[in-house]
């Protein structure tokens, strides 16, 4: 069992910064791919970008490359998502998930792919 808990969502100005913190339960914490998603009222849960196990290699959604960034600390069990330039298209819901995949290099981009999920926190970025 793991278990995700979010933090460092707010209010954002457009243009402005946030970071997102995932920190996981366990001591396996480098066997498990991570994953953000978001989802706005109304609308699907979409990934936002992802995360080997080994921390090598990630992945983004269109809508935030070169704006967002993925990474993980395996001192602290912690994923992080580095947001910057936010958009108000970005306010939504961002939840954390992770699955196991000791031995993949492959990220998981689908949110059926992922067992365990945090409890999210909320993201609003103004105009």
Same mark, same amino acid.
């Given at each position: 069992?793991?278990? !995700?808990? +979010?933090? $460092? %969502?707010? &209010?954002?100005? =457009?243009? $402005?910064? !946030?970071?997102?913190? @995932?920190? =996981?339960?366990?001591?396996? /914490? *480098? ?5 953000? /998603? ?5 609308? +699907? ?7 080997? %196990? ?12 070169? #704006? /967002?960034?993925? /990474? #993980?600390?395996?001192?602290? *069990?912690?994923?992080? &998502?580095?947001? *910057?330039? !936010?958009?108000? +298209? ?5 939840? @954390? ?11 998981? !981009? #689908?949110?059926? +792919? ?14």
């Amino acid at each position: 069992q793991v278990q !995700l808990v +979010e933090s $460092g %969502g707010g &209010l954002a100005q =457009a243009g $402005g910064s !946030l970071r997102l913190a @995932c920190a =996981a339960s366990g001591r396996t /914490f *480098n066997k498990y791919a991570m994953g953000w /998603f978001r989802q706005a009222p109304g609308k +699907e849960r979409d990934i936002v970008a992802a995360i080997t %196990g080994s921390g090598a290699g990630t992945d983004y959604a269109d809508s935030v490359k070169g #704006r /967002f960034t993925i /990474f #993980r600390d395996s001192a602290k *069990n912690t994923v992080y &998502l580095q947001m *910057n330039s !936010l958009k108000p +298209e970005d306010t939504a819901v961002y939840y @954390c998930a992770a699955d196991y995949s000791s031995g993949s290099y492959a990220t998981k !981009l #689908r949110a059926d +792919e992922y067992a365990y999920w945090g409890q999210g926190t909320q993201v609003t970025v103004s105009s």
